[in-house]
């Protein structure tokens, strides 16, 4: 089961149910039921007081001519 949780954002329901000789509907049932304790678990933050946040400009990357290997 271990292996099934840990793998679940690497590999298709399908592979690790090949893998650990599981059928396929039992590790879909396990990777349902484990998401939905994520979900019931996570809960929104409360702030309160005073919340202060500055701008952040992330940039797309570079733009003009493509780098070319120096041949």
Not at 8 to 14: A, F, T
Request: aromatic letters at 10%.
């Amino acid at each position: 089961m271990f292996y099934i949780i840990l793998n679940l954002d690497k590999k298709s329901i399908k592979r690790l149910a090949d893998e650990s000789g599981h059928k396929w509907d039992s590790v879909y049932r396990l990777a349902q039921e484990f998401r939905e304790c994520l979900v019931d678990e996570a809960k929104d933050p409360v702030l309160s007081g005073e919340i202060e946040f500055d701008e952040m400009y992330q940039s797309a990357g570079t733009k003009g001519l493509k780098k070319t290997s120096g041949n």
